[in-house]
């Protein structure tokens, strides 16, 4: 079974610019999570869907940071525009439900801004 | 609110040493206590899980014992491999269906042969 996947892996821009990360999560997970993980951090959680609803968006910066899960399956991340502090690694999560306390992280996307 | 404090890294070990990399959590209740682990250029991965006081976790080799008179769970294996060479996080998940995980710094591990 394949597990979540990210894409693309790395990414280099300049700032200003806008970027979008994609998910897709392991099929039949009704939960999907963005985290955050800066250098030498744990991953902090930006926010999490029940299948299409954003039910937990309140650490995602709102000025410059979207998302979106249509259909409720696979997932988007934009930042617009990107700023130098953006630089980071962005995970992606699913779980079966909310409830499930197993969640099943994608490999990240390593973003750069200079 | 919830916090996870873990052992700061790197840690550097030989083959077949005895591993430690201490956790205590701030929670109120009864929080689940995990640890993850990182393997280089992949995704965390769930190693061990407690849900309740005194339940030990186990597997790889790895234990870690859920202590709630400490708010401790340390990881431990008694003889680490090369392999076992990644970055440890311990995580807690709050009481209640919806809590989010919340994770420690990471504490990153190399076992020289």
């Known amino acids: 079974e394949a597990g979540v996947v990210q894409s693309p892996r790395y990414k280099i821009i300049e700032k200003k610019q806008p970027v979008a990360f994609w998910c897709n999560p392991i099929?039949?997970?009704?939960?999907l999570y963005w985290y955050l993980q800066n250098l030498g951090q744990g991953p902090e959680l930006l926010i999490r869907?029940?299948?299409?609803?954003?039910?937990?968006d309140s650490q995602l910066p709102k000025d410059r940071f979207s998302a979106e899960r249509l259909k409720g399956v696979d997932s988007t991340l934009k930042i617009q525009p990107a700023e130098l502090g953006d630089s980071a690694v962005y995970l992606c999560?699913?779980?079966?439900?909310?409830?499930?306390?197993?969640?099943?992280f994608g490999p990240g996307t390593r973003l750069t801004v200079l | 609110g919830n916090s996870v404090t873990q052992m700061e890294g790197p840690v550097t070990l030989s083959e077949e040493a005895f591993l430690t990399i201490n956790c205590t959590y701030t929670?109120?209740?009864?929080?689940?206590l995990f640890w993850y682990v990182q393997y280089p250029g992949e995704g965390l991965q769930l190693l061990l899980k407690?849900?309740?006081?005194?339940d030990k976790g186990s597997n790889k080799g790895f234990e870690a014992t859920y202590r709630k008179e400490t708010t401790s769970f340390h990881l431990e294996k008694g003889s680490v491999q090369v392999s076992d060479s990644a970055v440890y996080f311990c995580?807690?998940?709050?009481?209640?269906?919806?809590?989010?995980?919340?994770f420690g710094k990471g504490t990153k591990l190399t076992v020289n042969p």
């Open positions: 999560a699913s779980s079966l439900d909310v409830a499930d306390a197993e969640q099943f």
């Open positions: 099929s039949g997970h009704n939960t």
């Open positions: 869907y029940e299948n299409e609803e954003a039910v937990d």
């Open positions: 995580a807690l998940r709050g009481q209640g269906g919806s809590e989010k995980l919340v």
């Open positions: 929670a109120t209740g009864y929080p689940s």
């Open positions: 407690a849900t309740k006081a005194d």
